[in-house]
């Protein structure tokens, strides 16, 4: 694709564009943050007014059992475990990735505890999101069981730091900033050669890449609704159990919803036999619902065109920076490789802030994230060929023009 031309004939060709009507893209935005939050598909306005002024304002207490909210987090779970090789029963939407990682770690930590009560290091990644490496900081300090965290990094590989002392390794599927990703079944079949289970968080891969957890024998998985899967902003995240693990602990934050017969009201927590165990207090019914707007796109679309247009997407944002902008400082930092690559792109540059701040204010929007990264999602459901081609046309005349070199570009904002 050498002209804005052959984009538009790309266009016209895509089996997915059809599904870019189901959303609501705002006129003269070039959207590139769907790997943070994604856009809002259309039905979610109706959706919302439908569960406020129906289900909530007339039908009020008796929506838990009328309107399905009391199966809701499981109900959506059997449509999105549909998207990641889950089976029915086994995977929740509640909660937040974080919360849902404190729960996978625990419940893995008391699993390997009772079998292999020897090991004593949580694996990760130096540059895992920090929520994953906070979160086993916390665990550690609450647990006072001499647990250490363990980081692999350009020191440490993989294959070295997976030694017998690693009792659950957790990784992101596709990294948040470089988009790197691993091979889910052949470093899973490694952890488990040596003797650790794994979670996956599937934040940045959920909706975006092929997932097949149980074809890849994993053992847990997190992951974000608001992200690829367009669920709104904050809505809630998912946690996914192999049910080789269901029945093995549960998770400690044995709030009443995970209990086997909550109004029962018994004084005894115990515990539900299947993946309702893993919910804690009662679910935030309005975000949740809308979830399912999202779910519903992504059902519609086949996944196999999904991942082929969202590498073409990629290899051609990629070509197009390159040669357009190669005056410029910019380095990519994503993989090229279609089989390491998830579906954002990033670059790097000296003065990142100030770039994406200059972008925004011309319609096309990415993020940024320390140190140094503008990163681009490829959201292939909603965006285009010659949406690439025109937001390379953007971030060419911001870097020739130096537009992004003004002291209002500086100012941070709390969220980049
Ligand atoms: C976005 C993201 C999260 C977010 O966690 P929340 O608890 O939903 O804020 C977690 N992990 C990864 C890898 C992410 O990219």
């Avoid at 404190?102 to 694996?123: W, Y």
């Avoid at 002392?165 to 599927?173: F, G, K, N, Q, R």
């Avoid at 619902?289 to 519903?296: K, N, Q, T, Y």
Wanted: aromatic share 8%; net charge negative; hydrophobic share 45%.
């Amino acid at each position: 694709m050498t002209t804005r031309e052959d984009c538009v004939a790309a266009d016209r060709k895509d089996p997915l564009a059809p599904l870019k009507v189901r959303f609501e893209l705002p006129p003269g935005v070039l959207y590139m943050d769907g790997n943070s939050l994604g856009v809002m598909p259309k039905g979610a306005a109706a959706r919302a007014a439908g569960v406020i002024t129906q289900e909530w304002g007339k039908d009020l207490i008796r929506s838990w059992n009328t309107a399905g909210w009391f199966e809701l987090p499981v109900r959506l779970g059997d449509k999105l475990g549909s998207l990641l090789g889950a089976r029915e029963g086994e995977l929740v939407v509640t909660d937040t990735t974080s919360l849902n990682i404190f729960k996978a770690l625990a419940a893995a930590l008391r699993i390997q505890q009772q079998k292999q009560p020897s090991r004593r290091v949580i694996l990760s990644e130096r540059d895992n999101f920090p929520t994953d490496l906070y979160m086993i900081q916390g665990m550690i300090d609450l647990l006072e069981q001499g647990y250490e965290m363990r980081l692999i990094d350009a020191d440490l590989p993989l294959d070295k730091a997976l030694d017998d002392s690693v009792a659950v390794m957790l990784l992101s599927h596709v990294n948040y900033r470089s988009g790197q990703m691993h091979d889910m079944a052949s470093v899973t079949a490694l952890a488990h050669q040596r003797g650790a289970l794994t979670i996956w968080d599937l934040a940045h891969a959920a909706g975006a890449v092929p997932v097949d957890l149980n074809g890849a024998n994993a053992d847990f998985a997190v992951g974000c609704t608001y992200k690829y899967l367009n669920g709104g902003p904050g809505s809630p995240a998912f946690i996914w159990v192999a049910p080789r693990h269901t029945q093995d602990f549960w998770q400690p934050l044995s709030g009443w919803w995970g209990h086997t017969r909550p109004f029962d009201m018994a004084v005894a927590y115990e515990p539900a036999g299947g993946i309702r165990r893993y919910l804690c207090g009662t679910q935030p019914i309005v975000s949740l619902s809308l979830v399912e707007c999202g779910l519903d796109v992504a059902k519609a679309a086949d996944m196999a065109q999904v991942r082929e247009k969202s590498l073409a997407l990629g290899d051609l944002f990629i070509k197009l920076v390159e040669e357009r902008c190669a005056a410029h400082p910019l380095k990519l930092v994503t993989p090229r490789d279609h089989a390491l690559r998830g579906s954002h792109v990033s670059f790097l540059h000296p003065n990142g802030y100030e770039v994406m701040q200059a972008l925004i204010a011309r319609g096309l929007i990415g993020d940024y994230r320390e140190p140094e990264v503008l990163r681009f999602g490829l959201t292939p459901l909603y965006f285009g060929y010659a949406d690439v081609w025109d937001a390379v046309d953007i971030l060419t005349d911001v870097l020739d023009t130096r537009a992004w070199d003004k002291p209002e570009y500086q100012q941070r904002s709390t969220v980049t």
